[in-house]
């Protein structure tokens, strides 16, 4: 996400970008409901300054997730991308970013969200993200989700998704 963002600056692009597993770090028992209220206080504050277009990084494996997602945006056109490597690749990701007590977890959580994520396929497109550069990436994001490129256009709003456990 934070290329995508990049190329977006760079190009002079007006932006937002949210990463959804932040808006809940902590123990909570009612995190998914908390995640909706806080998008949609963040998304009300990014609008109320006139910003119309979004990225948001984070995995939707359901369609109630996706839907949670759509009621905290009004008015958007979401359009979810995909991240696809190899889960051995995911896995070192996961290792080499997860280096605390619940990296195992973490680990062993990669092969079942990309079960999950094959299952629900809630994608509007895919991109591979093994063995490229990060802006190559970021760049097809961006083009992919009708924001030829790195810049979106001035059409209505747009909310690329990427699923985080696939970076």
């Known amino acids: 996400m934070s290329e995508a963002s990049d190329l977006l600056c760079a190009a002079g692009v007006d932006h937002a970008a949210i990463d959804l597993d932040a808006l809940t770090i902590g123990h909570l028992l009612h995190a998914a409901s908390l995640t909706k209220r806080n ?8 609008a109320a300054f006139g910003i119309r277009r979004v990225l ?6 359901t369609a109630a997730r996706l839907e949670e997602v759509r009621a905290s945006i009004p008015d958007a056109r979401i359009v979810v991308c995909r ?3 190899s889960i051995r690749t995911m896995e070192d990701r996961v290792r080499w970013r997860e280096p605390g007590m619940l990296q195992a977890e973490l680990i062993e959580r990669v ?3 990309d079960a999950e994520l094959d299952a629900s396929a809630l994608h509007d497109f895919i991109v591979e993200n093994e063995e490229r550069q990060i802006t190559d990436v970021a760049r097809e994001v961006l083009t992919m989700a009708d924001w030829p490129g790195g810049a979106p256009s001035a059409a209505s709003p747009h909310v690329p998704l990427k699923n985080a456990a696939e970076t």
């Open 39 to 46: 998008l949609e206080a963040i998304w009300h504050n990014y």
């Open 56 to 61: 948001l990084a984070g995995a939707i494996e």
């Open 83 to 85: 991240l696809r490597a």
């Open 111 to 113: 092969s079942v969200l």
